[in-house]
């Protein structure tokens, strides 16, 4: 059976499912909850998880950069560019461990498709956000300190991108001291 077709709404699903895990985790609520994994496997699994996020990032942005202005399209550009270097790294950290990486799809289910430069601008923003807290909450489950400095590294770069995007909405760029799950 093939696996389901990644949408927005599963990728959203799972972010929260998989912030909630490490939100827990860091409450120390439960001892079943699954810490730091030390199996090749293991983070072969969590890995491939991010890059599909990196996917399906890239597909937003491809179907949603010609609706950008001059003044955000070089932004808009130069964080694709940034997604495809993450896909590119994490492709190569998983076949370095043995692992497949997931190949991109043709298409996902971003939901509704921008129609306008705003629309464009406040999906990139969502997708930054929740990629920031999927690979926090995926890189709390790696144990390997390379693993760990590499996604981290990632992260924060969503991070920022998520800071400018908000930015550019006139919201507040940094609304929390901390990336919340």
Do not use: K, N
């Amino acid at each position: 059976m093939p696996p389901p077709r990644p949408t927005r709404r599963r990728f959203l699903g799972a972010a929260g499912a998989a912030a909630g895990t490490a939100a827990l985790g860091a409450c120390g609520a439960g001892s079943s909850q699954p810490g730091p994994t030390g199996t090749p496997a293991d983070s072969v699994h969590l890995l491939d998880a991010a890059l599909v996020v990196e996917h399906m990032t890239i597909h937003a942005y491809d179907v949603g950069l010609p609706l950008l202005s001059a003044a955000t399209a070089p932004r808009g550009t130069a964080f694709r560019q940034h997604h495809l270097d993450h896909r590119d790294r994490l492709a190569q950290i998983i076949a370095g461990l043995g692992g497949t990486p997931t190949a991109a799809r043709d298409t996902y289910d971003i939901g509704p498709p921008p129609t306008d430069e705003a629309g464009m601008l406040s999906l990139a923003a969502s997708l930054e956000e929740q990629a920031t807290r999927t690979h926090y909450a995926t890189l709390r489950r790696l144990a390997d300190p390379g693993l760990v400095q590499a996604l981290g590294s990632i992260m924060a770069d969503e991070a920022q991108h998520a800071a400018v995007l908000r930015t550019v909405l006139q919201q507040d760029p940094a609304p929390a001291a901390f990336v919340s799950m």
